[in-house]
């Protein structure tokens, strides 16, 4: 039985490339990049080589660039960093209602801290509308954070807007581009963005290697201090192996999207989508149709936990989630969801697709199936009945 691996928006397999460039830096290659001899040296040289690597792919200064051990890192460096330089005047943190557990969890903290923060409503179909967060933009805004593609409904912010509502009062934008980085064209000067987070697991490089993107004049306080690596951005030893391997993982990254590739699956996401509402009439999208990833399906199945669902898809050889992996532990409904205006019910009753380059055109059908068996076995369970496996 083949596995099919339908949770890439929760992380990914590092590609063959990837792993091997990485290697020789936990081998003979090894060093610290901070050292001035010959080793020192030509780690430095490999860490500036990613570093540049990474830049290309979201069109900024490898100066700009800041290594960190994942995603939720970087969000907090930007939101935290920028927050500790503010203003007094100019203090405010304005967030929309969906954004990952890493920005809220850190408005949150920061709010016990004194600091004012603004959560701005989505609409019912997961897209913040430009004209609400105008009204919650004014002069004492330090910083918008919203993210570029949503991880567990995929919809798709007015990013380019939001970043002009931001220029207009004086506010630094940061964009948690984590889902988007690898799958949509990213250039952080044409879009106007401040700071810009990515995670080398969601595009086939190593888990533990992220950046955040700093434009230049954006003030930034570190959250790690007691030395000087990374422009004073971020002290401690970079992890060489790392982030060599997320320079290979953007670079190939940008070959993919110079190519088209990522468009495949989002029109594999598209056919299931359609696939999934024929074959179970009940079924329906969290989310928007059009105004989304297309490879991140997030379905609602009435009359059915999302749960014992996934459990029921992973016995097939069927690997799908409820949600974001960093929220997989809380026993609560999804944020996300519940921002829609889904019910608790409905959102305990939604499962999460996302595909990824391996997902094959053949596999669509087996999710179809396999879902439609699941939903109809938990369905008869509910209502005393039993439905045999097969």
Known sequence: MREIYADHAATTRPAPEVRDAMLPFLGPRFGNSSSVHRRG????????????????????????IVFTASGSEANNLAIQGVLACADASRRRLVISSIEHPSVIETARHLETRGI??????????GVLDPGRLAEALAADVALVSVMWV??????????AEIARLARAV???????AIQAAGKLPIDVETADLDLLSIAGH??????????????RRT???????????????????????AAVGLGVAAERAQRRLAAGEPQRA????????GLLLARIPTARLNGDRAIRLGSIVNLRLPGVDGEAALHELDLEGITVSTGSACSAASPGPSHVLLALGLTPEDAHGSVRFSLGEDILESDVDTLVEG????VERLRALDHGGTVERR
């Not at 040289?45 to 069109?59: M, N, S």
């Not at 004086?170 to 948690?176: I, K």
């Not at 570190?222 to 970079?238: D, N, V, W, Y």
């Not at 989002?266 to 989508?273: I, P």
């Open 150 to 159: 949503n991880n567990e409904i995929g919809t798709l912010q007015p990013i």
């Open 116 to 125: 004012p923060v603004t959560v701005v409503p989505v609409e019912s179909n």
């Open 266 to 273: 989002c029109a594999l996401g598209d056919a299931l989508l």
């Open 371 to 374: 879902t439609f068996r699941a």
């Open 170 to 176: 004086g506010a630094r934008f940061h964009c948690d």
């Open 41 to 64: 040296e030509a780690a430095r040289d490999a860490l500036e080589a990613a570093r540049a690597r990474v830049a290309a792919l979201v069109g900024a200064a490898p100066e700009g």
């Open 202 to 215: 969601k595009f086939h490089g190593p888990p533990g290697a992220a950046a955040l993107v700093v434009r």
């Open 219 to 241: 003030r930034l306080a570190p959250l790690i201090h007691g030395g000087h690596q990374e422009r004073s951005r971020r002290a401690g030893t970079e992890n060489l192996a």
